[in-house]
C-alpha cells in the first residue's frame, strides 16, 4: 500500500532471499509448504515498511535456524523505533524480544506492565533452597505461597512481605540448609503462578 511498484518489487526480492524462498517466488501460495506460507504471510505483513507491526504466533512451523530469523527481523523492527505487538503461546520469547508484557488467560487479563518492572516485583521473594532429607519440614509454612519440590532442593515463592533472610533463620532449625540463594523467576513461572493465584 502506498508503496510504488518498483520498490514492492524490490522488497519482495529482498524478503524471499532473507527467508530462503526465493526459488519459490514464482509458485502460487497453495502450493507452498505450511511453513513457506508462513513466511509470506509475515512478508505480507512487513513488506510496506509500517510503523506498527501485529505478528499473531509469527514462530509457529518454523525450525529453530527460521524461528531464529524472524526473531531478529522483530529486533531490528524495534531498533527502528517500530512498534511490534507480538502475540505468542512461548513465554522464553516473549521474555527475550517484549519491553512491555500482557499475560492473558482464558480472555482474561492476568498481568500487565514493563517486563523488568514485572520481574522486580516478583522477583524478591522466589528463593532456591538445597537441604538434607525431605521436604516435609515445608508444608504447611506460612511463610510460602507456592513451591515446587524436588530432589534435595525446592523453588519457593514466599508470601508478600516475608523476608528471606528471616525465613531461613525459621526453617534452619527444622532441616539442615545446604545451600541457598535468590532466583530470578522466569516470565513462564510468574504466569503459572499469576493463574494459580488468581483461580485461589
Known amino acids: 500500500k502506498n508503496m510504488p511498484a518498483k520498490d514492492i518489487s524490490a522488497k519482495t526480492s529482498q524478503w524471499l532471499e532473507k527467508l530462503n524462498i526465493a526459488d519459490d517466488g514464482k509458485r502460487k501460495i497453495e502450493e507452498l509448504s505450511k511453513g513457506n506460507q508462513q513466511k509470506v504471510q509475515f512478508i505480507t505483513a512487513v513488506i510496506h515498511n509500517p510503523d506498527i507491526i501485529v505478528l499473531d504466533e509469527p514462530f509457529a512451523g518454523f525450525d529453530p535456524i527460521n524461528q531464529q530469523i524472524i526473531k531478529e527481523s522483530i529486533i531490528n523492527f524495534s531498533r527502528e523505533g517500530k512498534v511490534v505487538i507480538l502475540s505468542t503461546h512461548q513465554m522464553e520469547t516473549a521474555e527475550k524480544l517484549c519491553d512491555e508484557i500482557l499475560l492473558i488467560n482464558n480472555g482474561k487479563e492476568i498481568l500487565q506492565g514493563n517486563l523488568s518492572s514485572i520481574k522486580q516485583k516478583y522477583g524478591g ?33 514466599l508470601m508478600d512481605g516475608v523476608s528471606p533472610s528471616d525465613f531461613i533463620r525459621e526453617i534452619s532449625s527444622q532441616t539442615e540448609i545446604l545451600h541457598f540463594s535468590i532466583i530470578e523467576p522466569t516470565l513462564n513461572k510468574i504466569f503459572i503462578d499469576s493463574v494459580k493465584a488468581a483461580s485461589e
Open 125 to 157: 521473594n522466589f528463593i532456591k533452597i538445597g537441604f538434607r532429607g525431605n521436604s516435609g519440614f515445608l508444608t504447611g509454612n506460612r511463610s510460602v505461597l507456592h513451591m515446587d519440590c524436588y530432589n534435595g532442593y525446592a523453588e519457593i515463592q
